[in-house]
């Protein structure tokens, strides 16, 4: 028997919002139950007003709970340990604009308790980790909308927590943003990190999620792997190369004569999203180059008369 403590365990979660002075409730949440594992990507989702967004608040300690409880490590979520081990996006984050992305993440360092010693180190580690070390000493006000997620995502992970909830992360972001996001994703479940995602993008979550769970009106309809959920278990797919018609029919007949059925015969295809990624060019992206969207100009072509040095960082 598996004993270890979750990264996140909800029982019995019910959440009242009084939306009249006469004391008429709206129930948010409904009885919830769910656990995610330590190392896994769990997908939350569910149509706008299903109780995602407020059942992320209360595992931030952010709302408490009208009945129920919520742990995250083993902590009651609304004690103030248990956001020690916990990064944040949220769906729309708002950054000071005239910081540039260094000074950001370093503000957000600060107020997580990075030490001192550890504090340029580890900044400059997860700025470059997200891709934009050649954009850090630009001001936030400038980047993209794909840019702004990224350095959102850096200052979730300054202080290296096990947890990371991700609230809508690629909302608004072109399919190349999405993408490059994906992938930071599964490079952090490659880290052992613990994930939870919520997203409308219903494709994205089969690219990253090991688990998902659906909610709708507040409670819970289906949660399971992909597999148990989407998988076809009485079907085999198999891919040939062409067949002509006179071959297909002898194998039809031969499914046949051994009381199997074929069923259907279909050209396979790609989807758009990985046709367009194929068609775009990605150079420069999460390897500490400007990224798509940048518009950075290498500096050999930019005049010196008109050339500025990047602002230096602050001082601790």
């Not at 019910?14 to 949440?29: E, N």
């Amino acid at each position: 028997m598996n004993t270890s403590i979750p990264a996140i365990s909800i029982k019995g979660l019910t959440k009242d919002f009084a939306v009249t002075l006469r004391g008429v409730k709206l129930r948010a949440v409904d009885d919830l139950s769910l656990q995610v594992e330590k190392g896994q990507v769990f997908g939350l989702l569910g149509p706008n007003g299903s109780g995602k967004s407020t059942t992320i608040k209360i595992i931030l300690g952010l709302l408490g709970a009208t009945v129920g409880e919520v742990k995250v490590f083993g902590v009651p979520s609304h004690q103030v340990e248990s956001r020690r081990n916990v990064g944040y996006l949220p769906e729309a984050p708002y950054f000071y604009r005239y910081l540039s992305g260094y000074e950001l993440v370093r503000f957000y360092a600060r107020v997580c308790g990075v030490p001192k010693a550890q504090l340029k180190a580890r900044v400059n580690d997860v700025v470059d980790w997200v891709g934009l070390s050649q954009a850090a000493n630009r001001r936030v006000g400038t980047y993209s909308k794909g840019m702004l997620q990224r350095i959102g995502l850096a200052q979730a992970l300054v202080h290296d927590p096990k947890l990371i909830v991700l609230d809508e992360p690629t909302a608004g972001v072109d399919p190349v943003g999405s993408a490059e996001m994906c992938e930071l994703i599964l490079k952090l479940k490659r880290q052992g990190k613990t994930v939870l995602i919520t997203s409308h993008l219903l494709a994205q979550i089969e690219d990253v999620c090991d688990r998902v769970a659906i909610l709708d009106h507040g409670k819970l309809m289906v949660e399971g792997s992909l597999l148990e959920l989407v998988g076809q278990r009485d079907r085999q797919a198999l891919i040939v190369d062409p067949l002509p018609a006179a071959e297909i029919e002898a194998l039809r007949e031969w499914l046949t004569s051994r009381g199997h059925v074929l069923n259907a015969i279909e050209q396979p295809r790609a989807r758009l999203d990985q046709l367009f990624l194929s068609k775009i060019s990605r150079t420069g992206h999460l390897g500490g180059n400007p990224g798509v969207g940048s518009n950075v100009v290498p500096s050999s072509s930019v005049p010196k008369s008109s050339a500025s040095a990047p602002s230096s960082a602050p001082k601790a």
